[in-house]
Protein backbone atom coordinates (compact mmCIF):
# COMPACT_ATOMS: atom_id res chain seq x y z
CA UNK A 1 0.00 0.00 0.00
CA UNK A 2 1.29 3.42 -0.53
CA UNK A 3 1.54 6.66 1.63
CA UNK A 4 -0.93 9.54 -0.08
CA UNK A 5 0.80 11.93 -1.95
CA UNK A 6 2.20 15.10 -0.06
CA UNK A 7 -0.44 17.84 -1.75
CA UNK A 8 0.62 20.63 0.14
CA UNK A 9 1.40 23.64 -1.96
CA UNK A 10 -0.34 22.35 -4.31
CA UNK A 11 -3.89 24.91 -5.99
CA UNK A 12 -6.02 22.26 -7.64
CA UNK A 13 -8.21 23.81 -10.07
CA UNK A 14 -10.76 21.93 -12.63
CA UNK A 15 -12.81 22.79 -15.32
CA UNK A 16 -15.25 20.69 -17.37
CA UNK A 17 -16.99 20.43 -20.42
CA UNK A 18 -18.49 18.37 -23.04
CA UNK A 19 -16.37 17.62 -26.41
CA UNK A 20 -16.51 14.89 -28.89
CA UNK A 21 -20.13 13.50 -27.82
CA UNK A 22 -18.76 13.10 -23.71
CA UNK A 23 -17.64 14.58 -20.78
CA UNK A 24 -13.90 16.14 -20.07
CA UNK A 25 -12.43 16.58 -17.34
CA UNK A 26 -9.40 18.48 -16.68
CA UNK A 27 -7.78 18.97 -13.44
CA UNK A 28 -4.13 20.88 -12.84
CA UNK A 29 -2.04 21.30 -9.51
CA UNK A 30 -1.06 24.53 -10.20
CA UNK A 31 -4.90 26.48 -10.07
CA UNK A 32 -3.25 29.60 -12.35
CA UNK A 33 -2.30 27.32 -15.28
CA UNK A 34 -5.53 26.06 -15.61
CA UNK A 35 -6.74 28.63 -18.63
CA UNK A 36 -3.32 27.73 -20.43
CA UNK A 37 -3.89 24.00 -19.76
CA UNK A 38 -7.47 24.25 -20.96
CA UNK A 39 -6.42 26.05 -24.32
CA UNK A 40 -4.06 23.34 -24.87
CA UNK A 41 -6.41 20.40 -24.44
CA UNK A 42 -9.44 21.86 -26.48
CA UNK A 43 -6.76 22.51 -29.48
CA UNK A 44 -5.67 18.74 -29.02
CA UNK A 45 -9.51 17.93 -29.02
CA UNK A 46 -10.32 19.71 -32.08
CA UNK A 47 -7.40 18.77 -33.76
CA UNK A 48 -8.74 14.83 -33.05
CA UNK A 49 -11.98 15.65 -34.16
CA UNK A 50 -10.51 17.29 -37.48
CA UNK A 51 -8.79 13.58 -37.88
CA UNK A 52 -11.06 11.53 -36.56
CA UNK A 53 -14.67 12.55 -36.63
CA UNK A 54 -17.07 10.62 -38.51
CA UNK A 55 -19.86 13.38 -38.41
CA UNK A 56 -17.13 15.81 -40.41
CA UNK A 57 -17.47 15.81 -44.31
CA UNK A 58 -13.50 16.76 -44.26
CA UNK A 59 -12.26 14.30 -41.55
CA UNK A 60 -9.31 12.04 -42.52
CA UNK A 61 -11.40 9.19 -41.29
CA UNK A 62 -14.49 10.17 -43.43
CA UNK A 63 -12.51 10.45 -46.70
CA UNK A 64 -10.61 7.11 -45.42
CA UNK A 65 -13.99 5.02 -45.35
CA UNK A 66 -14.97 7.17 -49.16
CA UNK A 67 -12.11 5.31 -50.06
CA UNK A 68 -12.60 1.76 -48.89
CA UNK A 69 -10.67 -0.85 -51.11
CA UNK A 70 -8.81 1.63 -52.48
CA UNK A 71 -5.41 3.53 -51.20
CA UNK A 72 -6.28 6.96 -49.40
CA UNK A 73 -3.83 9.74 -48.70
CA UNK A 74 -4.81 10.67 -45.29
Same mark, same amino acid.
Given at each position: ????????G??FA #???W?A??????L????????P #??T??? #?Q?????D???????D?S???????????????
Amino acid at each position: MTAPADTSGFTFA #ESTWRALGTYVQLTVAFGDRLP #EATGRV #EQLLAQVDRACSRFRDDSDLTRANSGAGAWVRV
